[in-house]
């Protein structure tokens, strides 16, 4: 479905869009005669909007006129050829009908409805209805916070086409803001993504990211963990965002916490059910998983459309604004196959290609550059930016690897994961989680490619994880998405289930948006202990110092497994 409007597309999926616009660029257009512009009507209502709002548009045409179809075509900022638009509302035969825009959501340009035409040979543009978004191409919008340096401190990273300084006011009582910080902008153009389609400018394609402003928030030392951190983001010429808050994180100096409470989920897309389960989170927000949230890959699914990080802001902001919303990369994010010179992660050559894995143009040349440009990530010494990183947050240490990287023994990313695992204070943080977007165990069936690439990460990885290398290193959850549908295994390890319970538990929740997968699940290996396919939802974790209680909910708010990771014996 479109990102913008849904079931009132007219044009159902990514395929039918390309042809469908193929064709529109192969049209012959021509100038309607003045004498019928004149007689048409074609308004929208409202035409100021807000953000992510809807706008009905309602049109009139002489019964007399040889006009045998009428389409609505949408565009936002400049058309780079005839025919080039970003969606199509409605076909129809109608004269006079109507058709409602919806989830119009800002990307610095005012929205152009086009009234198309057509005769049975040429199409011409009837006429043409413009809505805006309220505030403007250069207010601040679409907040994400993100754990920074060592994961004690906050950056808060919006959108704008402004190109004045960006400011952060904040504070803990919402009337009185008393810190100000200045932060800084950063920008990326189409010849900085690696290959086509990515890199082309058109409406389904490039187009102008605004500015990704950035600011830190200071330290949060002087303040108890879970203080409410008021905040707003802009500046006196451009507009001020609302207040919001958010918990501040614990920090070297606090006290040691009861318990730790986050969300975590994979595979969203900007569609229907990727916003339920954004929904669906901020009810759990409401029953206090409220700490962090952990996105690990596959975020919007843009590849190469770019318009699509607009709409997947827009639709996570009520959560990635008042909690740290911490993302990884997944395959629809990274993997190239030409232009490796542009990747951000400075991977060799073309990256992580190995001859038996299913690594190919899955970001459509977008190589991960919006998601690095983006999004922001805890450092230490062999971290590197989103790609892999870390950090500790009350009771858990996270640990988050690309899967999309060479993670193989003797590998860079191999590396930072064992002596990640050496530096883990048990005493400090029992619990060690470690995040991939792909699945090292998975019973999932129709996924030949993707079980291959699983039994090299269980080569690979399961002696490091299950503390085969240094029994005091070891992971007790690991949570993967990639596989759209729900899995949980025993605690296992070698392909076995452990009855000690001294093995790596192992979830795979790619359910936040993306399709379903109906394959079903294989009954030849005995570690997959629960799983679902017919729902989307996420995971809500409390860990406390006795367990880790994971909980699937799906996006109907029932539960459909509740389960403890416990410590091991």
């Known amino acids: 479905f479109s990102p913008f409007f849904g079931d009132r597309s007219a044009l159902k999926t990514q395929d039918s869009h390309e042809k469908f616009h193929e064709k529109l660029t192969n049209v012959q257009w021509k100038k309607p005669s003045e004498k019928l512009s004149a007689q048409i009507e074609f308004v929208a209502k409202p035409n100021i909007i807000k953000d992510g709002g809807s706008s009905l548009l309602t049109w009139s045409i002489p019964s007399s006129s040889q006009i045998s179809s009428i389409s609505v075509h949408v565009r936002c900022g400049p058309q780079a050829y005839a025919g080039d638009y970003l ?13 409602r825009a919806d989830h119009l959501v800002s990307m610095r340009c005012n929205y152009m409805f086009d009234l198309v035409g057509t005769d049975g040979h040429t199409s011409s543009v009837l006429a043409t209805a413009k809505v805006s978004i309220e505030g403007g191409a250069t207010f601040p919008r679409h907040a994400r916070l993100a ?32 810190y100000i910080v200045n932060g800084t902008s950063d920008t990326y153009a189409a010849k900085d993504l ?17 500015f990704q402003h950035r600011i830190e928030f200071g330290s949060f030392e002087k303040f108890p963990t879970n203080t409410r951190i008021y905040y707003r983001y802009g500046n006196d010429k451009d507009g001020w965002s609302k207040v919001n808050f958010f918990l501040s994180p ?8 009861t318990e730790t409470r986050f969300i975590a989920y994979a595979d969203q897309g900007v569609g229907t059910a990727g916003r339920n389960t954004v929904k669906n989170a901020l009810k759990q927000v409401e029953l206090g998983f409220n700490q962090f949230l952990l996105h690990f890959g596959d975020l919007g699914y843009a590849t190469s459309r770019a318009y699509i990080w607009d709409s997947f802001h827009f639709n996570v902001e009520p959560l990635a604004s008042q909690m740290p919303y911490m993302v990884s990369i997944g395959n629809h994010e990274y993997d190239h196959v030409a232009g490796g010179e542009h990747d951000p992660s ?5 990256g992580f290609r190995p001859w038996w894995g299913n690594y190919g143009t899955d970001s459509q040349g977008e190589c991960g550059v919006p998601v690095y440009k983006r999004f922001d990530a805890p450092e230490s010494p062999q971290s590197n930016a989103i790609w892999w990183y870390s950090f500790d947050y009350g009771l858990v240490h996270v640990i988050t690897i690309s899967s999309e990287h060479d993670w193989t023994q003797g590998s860079e990313q191999y590396k930072f994961i064992e002596n990640d695992l050496k530096s883990v204070d048990r005493t400090k943080t029992p619990w060690v989680i470690l995040t991939s977007h792909r699945m ?11 079980f291959i690439v699983a039994q090299a990460m269980r080569m690979a990885l399961d002696d490091l994880i299950n503390g085969k290398v240094d029994p005091d ?6 949570l993967v998405g990639h596989q759209h549908s729900y899995e949980r295994s025993c605690p296992v390890y070698s392909n076995e289930c452990v009855a000690s319970g001294r093995a790596t538990v192992h979830v795979c929740v790619g359910t936040a948006g993306a399709n379903l997968e109906h394959g079903g699940f294989s009954h030849f290996y005995k570690f997959s202990t629960v799983h679902e396919e017919d729902s989307h939802g996420l995971l809500t974790l409390n860990a406390t110092q006795q367990h880790i209680h994971v909980r699937f909910v799906r996006n109907n708010l029932t539960v459909f497994d509740d389960f403890k990771v416990l410590p091991w014996k």
């Open 194 to 210: 690696c290959n086509y389609p990515a890199n082309e400018t058109a409406q389904r394609r490039f187009r102008d990211p605004g």
């Open 250 to 257: 614990p920090t070297m100096k606090s006290k040691r916490p």
């Open 440 to 450: 090292m165990y998975t019973t999932q069936k129709r996924e030949w490619a993707d």
């Open 87 to 99: 969606d199509t509302l409605v076909i129809s035969a109608a004269k006079n009908g109507s058709v």
């Open 147 to 178: 754990l920074v340096g060592d994961g004690t401190r906050v950056a808060i990273r919006f959108t704008s086409s402004s190109q004045h300084t960006p400011q952060l006011q904040y504070g803990t009582n919402p009337q009185q803001l008393l």
């Open 346 to 350: 400075h991977a060799k050559g073309e």
């Open 473 to 478: 290193a070891y992971v007790d959850l690991m």
